[in-house]
């Protein structure tokens, strides 16, 4: 991959049904440059799909991160068992046996259950629990107002947020015009994530979990900004967490060993940064969760009442 495919990459994840005009505009290419890009990176394998979900506002979700050397041989056998956690979005490993684990809880009572869930599937003894979401008992449960034709189109473009309206149309049975103002709604309410899965596992491009300390007097928003900027494309995105104040992660991209290694010595100069730890991931697996299956529990035509067949 090139800056300009990670560039592409930046813009999807943030919505992935940015029409081509658009992408091509920011991207100061032409359309047809902007389609055989994503079409080689389909291909590839790099990206794996274009994905639809619930936001996590919409259904009080918390996002959280676990991270820590695992004590075992990380192998299949214990990714099926992460896997199986149904609250598992994301996982990755870097050098020396650190491993990342993205988790949706559907409350933040659920900390404890699931860090003790790492602690024995992945056997991490002291697992570090970054939690993603500020502020969470002050979301508000907006699900109550989404009907039921919202989850069939969130499950029509669930694992292909991209697809054309008529084709949505053609699958639900539904008018386009509907289809268009219902999407339209979901989007401008916050009540959709459309992104996508994604990992240059199938490339040599070299993808950095960057663990950046920051002195205690240094403004965490300020250090991201300052991150998002002036290191990209190479910074894809960063972690911040609303309980470890001093840590952030960003998530750098390199086509090259001596690339990473100048990027963590320039961030390491910043001021306000005390300390950078790259750790080198080498493969990543993304899964569907309790939220998507609750968009096609959702999205399931209801069983008629009794003596409806009739009516």
Not at 187 to 214: A, C, F, Q, R
Not at 282 to 304: C, F, H, Q, S
């Amino acid at each position: 991959m090139d800056k300009t495919d990670i560039a592409l990459i930046c813009i999807l994840m943030n919505n992935s049904r940015t029409p081509y005009t658009d992408l091509a505009e920011k991207l100061s290419l032409s359309v047809n440059a902007v389609h055989k890009r994503i079409q080689a990176l389909k291909e590839s394998g790099i990206i794996r799909n274009f994905t639809a979900r619930l936001s996590l506002s919409a259904v009080k979700a918390v996002n959280i991160i676990v991270f820590g050397v695992s004590e075992t041989l990380i192998d299949q056998e214990m990714i099926k068992k992460l896997q199986g956690n149904d609250r598992t979005y994301w996982v990755a490993l870097a050098g020396g046996n650190y491993l990342y684990m993205g988790a949706y809880l559907r409350n933040i009572s659920e900390i404890d259950s699931y860090a003790t869930f790492v602690k024995n599937e992945a056997k991490i003894a002291d697992p570090i629990v970054g939690l993603m979401t500020s502020h969470v008992a002050e979301l508000a449960n907006q699900e109550a107002g989404i009907q039921n034709l919202d989850y069939r189109i969130i499950y029509a473009i669930r694992k292909d947020s991209r697809k054309v309206i008529p084709e949505i149309s053609e699958e639900l049975g539904v008018s386009a015009k509907t289809i268009r103002r219902r999407l339209a709604n979901l989007v401008n309410g916050s009540l959709v994530e459309l992104g996508l899965e994604w990992y240059p596992d199938k490339e040599n491009d070299i993808m950095t979990m960057m663990h950046v300390d920051l002195k205690g007097s240094t403004d965490k928003g300020n250090a991201i900004s300052l991150l998002m900027k002036k290191y990209s494309p190479n910074v894809l995105f960063c972690f911040a967490f609303s309980n470890l104040p001093n840590l952030l992660i960003p998530c750098v991209w390199t086509n090259s060993m001596k690339q990473l290694q100048d990027i963590s010595k320039n961030i390491q100069a910043e001021e306000g940064f005390e300390r950078v730890v790259p750790r080198v991931l080498y493969v990543g697996y993304n899964w569907d969760t309790w939220r998507d299956k609750l968009v096609m529990e959702r999205a399931a035509p209801k069983p008629r009442e009794p003596g409806q067949e009739h009516a």
